[in-house]
């Protein structure tokens, strides 16, 4: 998810706009208990077709229950009422529903999937998260455009048994339902609410556990109310979560010592002050940081050496002790640690074992790239764009970023553009920047959230880097192995060392979140979609 794409679920961590955290005074009085969150930035929309980013996500995840929900490491049933029946040989999937209603008093139905998926698959929708239903019976024809949504192979067997048919066995099928994109939609107020769906609170219906609030779309501010119809309402204890963006960590700081926040996302000199404060947490995240180059509008970076260049004039420890001073990890490829694991191997490790010398800092190799490179297009002296959020963080980051390139990379000039979250997404996806610093963070604990995202179509791949061999590789990973878990496993190894060798993207850092969080809350898990689930949470 982008930051995701913060985090959705996802996955997608799309940064920066990743989620910062949650925070507020945390008070008990006659209205129940509270606290205030925290936020990077503004929720963008509460459309779960439409959603991009970690902090709407989070958002969502907080209001609306798909078939399944993460609670830690555990996936447990939500709209899901037991295991479903997996037939056809890993091809068919039926799942029966519980009785949950809406926030409006209507029952959470088979058909209110149905819609919900039809209308991500369909075009029209334009869902950048449609790409992670390849695999269920005809989603991709459809959102090429060969074929009516009405033909995706999800049925409504009748109101609590749901039906959905493969094309293939999808052996993380099940963890990628917790993505907002897979979440039900009630088909008659979508449908009454036009445009406006997803856009204020007067436009959200809830099935989950809080109802969103004095949302106006905008606003820095907004309430989460427990919502009194939620299936399991026992186990929702804190009645109010007060949104709050935050883009500041020296305020946040300040917020959270005036006990203005119960829980802070901190960067900086913030964060180093914070490691021996008894209230920290160090959050490990399934979200990596990285470069985008645009090829598209910028042929140079079509140049193997020039992307290699550069990924080789970054000192990515250094640039975690000088500007992030967090307890965040050096990427040496964009798959996150801790993510995917096998037989005790993890994903990341051993991928980084075969193919790292792309992303080891080598001024003198990278002056001697990059000037090959240069030769090659018949450049000389390139200025390029660096774009990325307004935050303080991420300023700095660019400033970083900005002083490292042009320090070995003789004649580059880099200029810096910061904007407002939204806008950054915005003009990632429109393809409106030279180099842009993005993230993303896991939909569901598998290397194919993150691998899949750079092939040549995927609406994710704002860099449009292309390579038939990789487009290749991920496809095999889906089908011709789909069902042998080593010959899977080796396929999507070689397509992130593909990857790494090619520097497609540019990883920077896995991040592990420095947090502040009040002792009083107790039984907040924090999940591998860099979400919190708030059901079962208390403030004592």
Request: hydrophobic share 35%; with cysteine.
């Amino acid at each position: 998810m982008k930051f995701r794409k913060t985090m959705v679920a996802g996955s997608a961590l799309a940064l920066a706009g990743v989620l910062a955290a949650c925070g507020s005074n945390s008070s008990s009085s006659s209205k129940g208990t509270s606290i205030t969150r925290m936020e990077s930035d503004v929720i963008s929309t509460m459309d779960p077709s439409t959603t991009t980013d970690a902090i709407s996500g989070q958002a969502l995840i907080d209001t609306t229950d798909g078939l399944y929900r993460y609670n830690g490491s555990k996936l447990e049933n939500a709209m899901a009422k037991s295991q479903p029946t997996v037939t056809d040989g890993g091809k068919t999937y039926t799942f029966k529903l519980r009785n949950a209603k809406w926030s409006n008093g209507d029952p959470v139905t088979a058909q209110d999937f149905v819609f919900a998926w039809r209308r991500t698959v369909e075009p029209k929708t334009k869902s950048q998260y449609a790409y992670l239903y390849s695999g269920v019976k005809n989603a991709d024809d459809i959102t090429a455009g060969k074929k009516a949504a009405s033909t995706l192979g999800v049925t409504a067997v009748n109101k609590t048994t749901l039906k959905v048919t493969l094309d293939h066995a999808i052996p993380y099928f099940k963890t990628m339902l917790v993505n907002p994109a897979f979440f039900p939609q009630n088909e008659k107020f979508v449908e009454k609410s036009g445009k406006k769906f997803g856009t204020t609170s007067k436009y959200i219906l809830s099935n989950g556990p809080y109802q969103l609030k004095n949302w106006n779309g905008t606003g820095n501010t907004w309430k989460e109310t427990k919502n009194s119809t939620y299936w399991k309402a026992k186990n929702v204890h804190i009645d109010t979560l007060n949104g709050q963006v935050v883009k500041d960590s020296q305020t946040a700081m300040n917020l959270y010592q005036s006990k203005k926040l119960d829980i802070a996302a901190l960067q900086g000199e913030q964060a180093a002050q914070a490691k021996s404060m008894s209230d920290f947490k160090g959050l490990k995240q399934s979200a990596t940081f990285y470069l985008e180059l645009n090829e598209k509008k910028d042929p140079i970076f079509k140049n193997t050496k020039i992307r290699q260049a550069i990924s080789m004039s970054i000192d990515r420890e250094a640039y975690i002790k000088k500007v992030l001073n967090d307890a965040s990890i050096a990427a040496n490829n964009v798959t996150p640690e801790g993510l995917f694991e096998k037989n005790g191997q993890d994903f990341s490790k051993t991928a980084s074992k075969a193919e790292s010398s792309a992303v080891k800092y080598d001024p003198a190799k990278a002056k001697e790239l990059w000037t090959e490179g240069l030769k090659e297009v018949g450049q000389s002296a390139p200025t390029l764009e660096l774009l990325t959020d307004d935050t303080t963080n991420a300023k700095r980051s660019a400033e970083y970023f900005q002083s490292t390139l042009q320090q070995n990379l003789p004649g580059l000039k880099v200029t810096i553009a910061t904007v407002p979250f939204k806008t950054r997404l915005s003009r990632s996806q429109n393809g409106q920047f030279d180099m842009v610093i993005s993230a993303w963070s896991a939909d569901f604990p598998d290397a194919i959230s993150f691998l899949d995202l750079f092939t040549s179509d995927n609406s994710y791949n704002d860099g449009k880097w292309s390579n038939a061999e990789y487009d290749a590789l991920i496809k095999q990973s889906k089908t011709t192995d789909a069902t042998n878990a080593t010959a899977r496993w080796n396929t999507l190894l070689k397509a992130q060392e593909l990857l790494t060798k090619e520097q497609g993207v540019v990883p920077l850092y896995q991040r592990v979140q420095t947090t502040l969080q009040r002792k009083t809350i107790t039984g907040l898990n924090y999940n591998p979609t860099n979400s919190y689930n708030f059901v079962n949470a208390k403030v004592k």
